[in-house]
T-cell receptor, first 114, second 112 residues
Framework: GENVEQHPSTLSVQEGDSAVIKCTYS??????FPWYKQELGKGPQLIID?????GEKKDQRIAVTLNKTAKHFSLHITETQPEDSAVYFC?????????????FGQGTILTVHP | DAGITQSPRHKVTETGTPVTLRCHQT?????MYWYRQDPGHGLRLIHY???????DKGEVSDGYSVSRSKTEDFLLTLESATSSQTSVYFC???????????FGQGTRLTVV
């Protein structure tokens, strides 16, 4: 089955700096790559996603890049703010018979210091 | 919140007792999922449903069963709870038009 590795497990940055979280996956058939943000006591919230026919996608301060050849994708957060502090998860879906089923990375605890 | 309600939000139960968690959605989505979240593992799929009475196993289905008798409700049952099933359980729905998944607020289950 699909295997997703996420790094780093913890990330500490100063307010205004950039943060980058990387995930690698194993199934070359995977075609959908969402990122979730989880705040304490809440469910994961979709913040951005990318599909296999696109190399990069941006939404204000966040962006995701995808390298299908190397089977990795990354979340980039620029101009970080204290409210960006949360746990971030990458996920992968292979489509086909795996339609809608997500395989998650282990999570990254991001702390933004004021 | 994509109209997802999980109940209960917190539960403490004893080893060997049956437990049922409920996921209720108000937007008529066909696909629903149950995940568990444990430190170091992210979220792992337990079971999923692709319609009324249509369910299938996920990655970590042992010890769990599900039922979906109505579109809006997806139930997760632990027939005989064990301490290894202490976890946070999340329900999710799939928006088919864009394959985006949205999660409920979670149920924290403690088996003592």
């Amino acid at each position: 089955g699909e295997n997703v590795e996420q790094h780093p497990s913890t990330l500490s940055v100063q307010e205004g700096d950039s943060a980058v979280i990387k995930c690698t996956y194993s199934d070359s058939a995977s075609n959908y790559f969402p990122w979730y943000k989880q705040e304490l006591g809440k469910g994961p919230q979709l913040i951005i996603d990318i599909r296999s026919n696109v190399g990069e996608k941006k939404d204000q301060r966040i962006a995701v890049t995808l390298n299908k050849t190397a089977k990795h994708f990354s979340l980039h957060i620029t101009e970080t703010q204290p409210e960006d502090s949360a746990v971030y998860f990458c996920a992968v879906n292979a489509g086909g018979t795996s339609y809608g089923k997500l395989t998650f990375g282990q999570g990254t605890i991001l702390t933004v210091h004021p | 919140d994509a109209g997802i309600t999980q109940s209960p939000r917190h539960k403490v139960t004893e080893t060997g007792t049956p437990v049922t968690l409920r996921c209720h959605q108000t937007e008529n989505h066909r696909y629903m999922y149950w995940y568990r979240q444990d430190p170091g593992h992210g979220l792992r799929l337990i079971h999923y449903s692709y319609g009324v009475k249509d369910t299938d196993k996920g990655e970590v289905s042992d010890g769990y069963s599900v039922s979906r008798s109505k579109t809006e409700d997806f139930l997760l049952t632990l027939e005989s709870a064990t301490s290894s099933q202490t976890s946070v359980y999340f329900c999710a729905i799939l928006q088919e038009q864009n394959t985006e998944a949205f999660f409920g607020q979670g149920t924290r289950l403690t088996v003592v």
